[in-house]
C-alpha cells in the first residue's frame, strides 16, 4: 500500500505507523514478514496485540540484517589490499523492540509506545529510547482517521537520531469488509523532519467468499528527496479464513532490482 499505515487499522502490525491503529481488534491479532531487501539485507517484522477491557497492548520488532563477512588482518606488505582471515566474522544490523498502550472509548481510540533502537557495525554500536503518540476515529469496519507523530527523542548520539515523522490518514471502505466483495482505498500525507512532505495513496480490492479469497493492492507514493525506489509499490493476498498470506513488491532503479516482501497475519 505504498508504506501508508496511519489509518489502516485492525492488525497488530499497525502499531509500527500509529499505535491507536490496534484498537479495533476484538481478541488477538499476530504478524510476521520477512522481506528480502537491498543489496543481500533482510528485512523481519513481528508483532502482536491483546484486547483487555477498553485497552489494547501490543507488542513488536523489527531487525534489518546486513549479514556477515569474514573478519581480516591487513597485510601491510599489501598497503592493505589483501589480508589473513582472523576465523571470525563482522555483523551488522539495525534492530528495533516496541510496546503500545492503547484506551478506546467509543469510536475514538489514543495510544503511546515506547521504542528502543539499536544499530551496530561490528563491534561499534548506539542504541536510543523514543516514543510515538496517535489516534484513530474508526467508524465500524466502513472508514477510519488516524494521525501519529514518530519518534518523539530517538538520540543515537554524536548528532545522530531517529527519523521524526508526523503521519495523517483516512481509510474507505466502498463495500462491507465481510461481504464477497472487497474495495478499499487509504490516503495519507507524511511529513518527515528536514524534509519535503511525501502523499501515499494505496487500493485494495478483491473477492472474498465463505472466508477464502484473493485481494490485490497498489500503492503509489511521492518522493521527498533523490531516490532509486520506485514510486509504485504492487501486491495481494490470500484469505484463508483467519490466516491472511501476504505478498508486496517494489522495484528499484538500482542495488538489487527491487524488494519482495511475504507476510503472515492471523486476526481471529
Known amino acids: 500500500m505504498g508504506g501508508a499505515g496511519a489509518a489502516l487499522v485492525g492488525d497488530a502490525g499497525a502499531i509500527f505507523a500509529n499505535p491507536a491503529g490496534i484498537a479495533t481488534i476484538h481478541r488477538v491479532a499476530l504478524e510476521a514478514s520477512y522481506e528480502r531487501y537491498l543489496a543481500g539485507t533482510a528485512l523481519s517484522s513481528a508483532a502482536l496485540a491483546l484486547r483487555v477491557g477498553k485497552f489494547d497492548w501490543g507488542l ?28 571470525g566474522f563482522f555483523r551488522s544490523a539495525d534492530v528495533l523492540a516496541v510496546t503500545s498502550f492503547v484506551y478506546r472509548h467509543g469510536l475514538i481510540a489514543a495510544g503511546v509506545s515506547g521504542k528502543y533502537a539499536r544499530q551496530s557495525i561490528g563491534a561499534w554500536a548506539a542504541d536510543a529510547w523514543a516514543g510515538d503518540g496517535g489516534l484513530a476515529v474508526a467508524v465500524f469496519d466502513i472508514m477510519a482517521l488516524g494521525v501519529s507523530v ?22 474507505l471502505n466502498y463495500t462491507d469488509p465481510q461481504g464477497v466483495f472487497r474495495l478499499l482505498t487509504t490516503l495519507e500525507g507524511q511529513w518527515p523532519r528536514g524534509e519535503r512532505a511525501l ?18 493492492r497498489i500503492g503509489f507514493t511521492t518522493r521527498s528527496a533523490p531516490s532509486a525506489a520506485s514510486r509504485l509499490s504492487v501486491g495481494g493476498g490470500v484469505e484463508l479464513g483467519h490466516l491472511h498470506v501476504d505478498y508486496a513488491y517494489r522495484g528499484f532503479e538500482a542495488l538489487g532490482g527491487g524488494t519482495h516482501r511475504v507476510g503472515l497475519r492471523w486476526t481471529p
Open 199 to 216: 502523499l501515499v495513496v494505496g487500493g485494495e480490492g478483491g473477492v472474498v467468499a465463505g472466508g477464502v479469497g484473493l485481494v490485490g
Open 60 to 87: 513488536g520488532a523489527q531487525a534489518l540484517d546486513y549479514g556477515t563477512e569474514p573478519e581480516i588482518t591487513p597485510d601491510p606488505a599489501t598497503s592493505g589490499r589483501r589480508g589473513t582471515p582472523t576465523g
Open 150 to 171: 514518530q519518534n518523539l527523542g530517538g538520540d543515537l548520539g554524536s548528532g545522530a537520531r531517529l527519523p521524526r515523522r508526523t503521519r495523517a490518514g483516512f481509510t
